[in-house]
């Protein structure tokens, strides 16, 4: 009796947390795409899913089933065949089916792969927009070379035309990641990565960073704003009048160990991403560390970036 009751309690446990996780599928960023890499992705992990769930399911059901009905009880009738080994029909079936799944799943995984290479320019009649993402602790920079301004923390994109990310990291090897946009790639130091992504609608978007990097990685967060063409050609035109430029001397305070709010400057150094990238070739500390003075860094950066951090509200973006 208490063996029944113990399959019962594990069989509602198990219908129990399957509702769970799919209640809390509709909150899942990644199945809510706004981009055509992100739709892409989208659809690789819903084929994959259904071609796994082939597979689980019945495995699932017969689990449970074969417990319930082969369970140790004084009213059980089953037949008893302690010699039955072997079964020609049932071997076929349990290799050729995971067979057929697998070579069907890696087929689709390297169509999906190749489409998805990151470098992979994006197909539009609209020409990218490079933007230049750097990730420090535990803070976010974003340059646009071609405007000639820099964001903290805060990264504004046109609708439907394609992003060109360069990425690199002045710090510890962090991830960047755009849920709804696309798949995350990772910033190391040393090196500029590249990844295409686009937004097909305006929105407000969820962006963050998808690796440990020490004490305030949590804090890795930024807003994506896709405007209209126009609303971000006034965001251009609102952060070049911002009296807060950057220079080499507050680049170097802003990489110090610390959070930061939203910022924006209005000037940025000639090569900035490129001196970043290329800092470290000449056998220099690969990153600023994590240890003692880090609490002091901090209380000095907040103090000077008063006049320099802004909310959203004072520079009256759309969003």
């Known amino acids: 009796m208490k063996k029944r009751k113990l399959v019962q309690a594990g069989m509602l446990f ?108 994006l197909k539009s009649d609209k020409e990218p927009i490079t933007i230049q993402v750097t990730s420090l602790d535990w803070k976010w920079l974003f340059t646009y070379p071609e405007q000639g301004i820099a964001t903290v923390n805060y990264l504004q994109i046109p609708e439907d035309t394609p992003i060109k990310f360069e990425l690199t990291s002045d710090a510890p090897m962090n991830s960047f990641w755009i849920p709804q946009l696309g798949g995350q790639i990772y910033t190391m130091s040393g090196m500029a990565m590249t990844l295409y992504l686009q937004a097909d609608e305006i929105g407000h978007y969820f962006g963050t960073g998808a690796n440990f990097s020490g004490e305030h ?71 600023n560390g994590h240890g003692a003075g880090h609490e002091s860094k901090d209380t000095k950066k907040n103090e000077t970036m008063n006049h320099s951090q802004m909310d959203h509200s004072q520079m009256n973006m759309s969003k």
């Open 14 to 121: 198990m219908m129990v947390a399957i509702i769970l996780v799919l209640s809390g599928c509709s909150q899942a960023m990644v199945l809510d795409p706004k981009g055509p890499v992100g739709a892409e992705q989208r659809d690789l992990i819903v084929i994959a899913t259904i071609l796994c769930g082939v597979i689980l399911v019945p495995v699932l059901v017969l689990t449970g089933w074969i417990v319930w009905r082969y369970r140790d009880s004084k009213s059980n009738k089953a037949s008893y065949k302690p010699n039955w080994s072997h079964s020609t029909s049932l071997e076929i079936v349990w290799w050729a089916v995971p067979i057929i799944i697998i070579v069907t799943l890696a087929v689709v995984t390297l169509k999906y792969t190749y489409a998805l290479e990151p470098s992979k320019p």
């Open 217 to 287: 990685f949590a804090d890795m967060t930024f807003d994506v704003n896709a405007t209209s063409r126009e609303d971000f050609d006034s965001f251009i035109a609102k952060t070049k009048k911002v009296p807060t430029k950057l220079t080499k001397e507050g680049y170097d305070e802003l990489a110090m160990p610390g959070k930061s709010g939203v910022r924006y400057f209005s000037e940025i150094p000639d090569g900035l991403f490129e001196q970043i990238v290329t800092k470290y070739t000449n056998g220099q500390p690969i990153h």
